[in-house]
C-alpha cells in the first residue's frame, strides 16, 4: 500500500474521531441543560435582600451576595426575617443553597450589633456593624470585620476584638497601652520564591510557616542588621533582669555569624532545630554551648558553670510561675463578706490561746518563714547537687577530673543522660 491510500484513510479516520467527540459533548450539554431547568423549576423566588461575604483565601478576592427565600403562593409580613430555605431534588445543588442560608443567617445575626458613633477608618462605614477591632495603641483607630483581613494597619499594634457594643460615651479615646513588639513601623522587606524554596531545603519548615515566621522576624526586627540583643533580652520578659550564661549560650547559638544581630536566615534555622529537629540535632549544638573555652572540648568546671545557670533560670521560671499563682489566688479571693480570715478554716480555735505549753512549730534554719527566704536555702542545697551532677558525667564518661570531654564523648553521654541537654531546651525557643 503505498502513501497515496494511505493518506485517506488517515484523514476519513480523523474525521470520524472529531464526530464522535463533537456528538459526546453535544449529549452532554444537553443533559446538564435538561437538570440546570429542572433545579429552576424548584427555585422560584431568589432574591437579595441579606449581604454576606465569602472568603477565596485571598484578602483582595472578594464575592458580595445576599440571599433570602421565599417559598411559592407564601408572601413575607413586614418585619418578617425569617429564612427558609426550599427542597430541591438535585442532591448537588442542594449542599450549595444550605451553606448560602448558613452565610446569610450568620451575617444578618453579626450585622445585629451596632456600634453607634464609631466609624470604620478603611471603609467609612458609619455606624460600624458587626464585629469591631480597635486598636489598643492608637487613640482612636477603628476598622470593621470586612477590612480587617486587609492588613493595612501598623503590624506592630494589636487590636481588641469587641461584639458587643460599648455606650458611644464610654468609648476610650486614648492608648491603651503601649506597642508590644519592638520591630519597626512599616517594613516593607519581602521574600523571594528563590529564598522561600531555599529556606525550605535548609530547614524544616514548609512554605506557610516560613511566611508567617518572617512576619513575626519583622514585628521583633529594629535594626536593618536584624534582632538585637536588647531586643533578644525583651523577649525573654523577667528572666531578662539578671545576667545568665544559659541566655548568653542561646544568644550565641541564634547569632551564627557573631556580629551581635539575629538576620532571618539565623532564626529561621535556629528555630528549626528547637521546634523540629531531634535529640540528635541538638546534641552538637548542646555541646558547643559547653564549650566555654572555644577548645572543641569541655572540662568539667564548663559542666558547673552549665549546670549552675541552669538551675538558676529553673528557679526564676518557678518563682514567676508562683507569684502568677498568689496574685490570682488574691484576685480571686473574696473578702466581700467581711468576716475574719478565721472564718475560712474549719478547725476550732482552742479557748485559751495564753497556754505556754503549745506546740509551736520551730522555722527552718535562715528562713524566717516568708516565701522570699525559701530560695536561699534552696540555691546552698543546689551547689552540692550541681557538683555531684558534673561527677556523674564524668564517671559515667570514665573520665578523670583533670581530661576533657570531646565531642564523641559528650554524644555518648548525652544519649544516655537527658540532663546535658536539658539547658538547650529550656527558654524554648525565645521567639
Not at 503505498?2 to 472529531?18: F, K, M, Y
Not at 508590644?180 to 535548609?202: C, H, M, Q, V
Request: hydrophobic residues 35%; glycine residues 6%.
Amino acid at each position: 500500500m503505498n502513501r497515496q491510500n494511505v493518506r485517506p484513510l488517515v484523514l476519513g479516520a480523523a474525521v470520524g474521531a472529531t464526530v464522535v467527540v463533537l456528538t459526546y459533548q453535544a449529549i452532554r450539554y444537553m443533559r446538564e441543560q435538561r437538570k440546570r431547568l429542572a433545579t429552576q423549576a424548584e427555585v422560584d423566588s431568589f432574591n437579595t435582600t441579606q449581604s454576606a461575604t465569602l472568603s477565596y483565601g485571598q484578602v483582595d478576592h472578594e464575592n458580595t451576595f445576599s440571599l433570602a427565600w421565599e417559598p411559592p403562593g407564601r408572601t413575607a409580613a413586614s418585619g418578617d426575617t425569617t429564612l427558609s430555605i426550599p427542597e430541591v431534588h438535585d442532591s448537588d445543588a442542594q449542599p450549595l443553597l444550605n451553606l448560602l442560608y448558613n452565610i446569610a443567617e450568620n451575617q444578618a445575626r453579626t450585622d445585629g450589633y451596632i456600634h453607634r458613633g464609631i466609624t470604620c477608618n478603611i471603609c467609612g462605614q458609619s455606624p460600624l456593624c458587626g464585629v469591631r477591632f480597635k486598636c489598643a495603641n492608637c487613640i482612636d483607630y477603628d476598622i470593621c470585620e470586612r477590612c480587617e483581613p486587609k492588613d493595612l494597619h501598623n503590624r506592630t499594634h494589636l487590636f481588641l476584638k469587641i461584639r458587643v457594643p460599648l455606650p458611644p460615651l464610654a468609648n476610650p479615646r486614648i492608648p491603651l497601652f503601649k506597642p508590644l513588639y519592638p520591630g519597626k513601623e512599616r517594613n516593607a522587606s519581602t521574600l523571594s520564591w528563590d529564598e522561600i524554596t531555599k529556606f525550605k531545603k535548609d530547614t524544616n519548615f514548609e512554605q506557610f510557616e516560613i511566611e508567617a515566621l518572617f512576619q513575626q522576624y519583622k514585628s521583633l526586627c529594629n535594626s536593618e542588621k536584624g534582632i538585637s540583643r536588647e531586643v533578644f533580652d525583651q523577649c525573654l520578659g523577667p528572666l531578662a533582669s539578671g545576667k545568665n550564661l544559659v541566655v548568653d549560650r542561646l544568644f550565641k547559638f541564634y547569632d551564627q555569624n557573631s556580629d551581635r544581630y539575629i538576620d532571618f536566615p539565623e532564626m529561621l534555622s535556629g528555630m528549626s532545630v528547637l521546634v523540629k529537629g531531634s535529640k540528635l540535632d541538638k546534641i552538637p549544638h548542646a555541646f558547643d554551648g559547653y564549650d566555654l573555652d572555644n577548645k572543641g572540648s569541655i572540662s568539667k568546671e564548663n559542666l558547673r558553670r552549665m549546670f549552675k545557670a541552669y538551675f538558676n533560670i529553673t528557679i526564676e521560671l518557678v518563682r514567676d510561675v508562683v507569684k502568677a499563682c498568689e496574685e490570682e489566688m488574691m484576685a480571686n479571693f473574696d473578702d466581700s463578706t467581711g468576716k475574719p480570715v478565721s472564718a475560712l478554716f474549719s478547725a476550732p480555735i482552742p479557748a485559751d490561746s495564753s497556754n505556754n505549753n503549745a506546740y509551736v512549730k520551730a522555722p527552718i534554719p535562715g528562713n524566717p518563714g516568708g516565701r522570699e527566704g525559701m530560695w536561699p536555702v534552696m540555691e546552698a542545697m543546689s551547689q552540692d547537687a550541681i557538683d555531684e551532677m558534673a561527677d556523674n558525667v564524668y564517671k559515667i564518661a570514665k573520665l578523670h577530673d583533670g581530661q576533657r570531654m570531646t565531642f564523641a564523648k559528650f554524644k555518648e553521654v548525652s544519649l544516655m543522660d537527658n540532663s546535658l541537654v536539658a539547658w538547650f531546651d529550656a527558654l524554648g525557643t525565645v521567639f
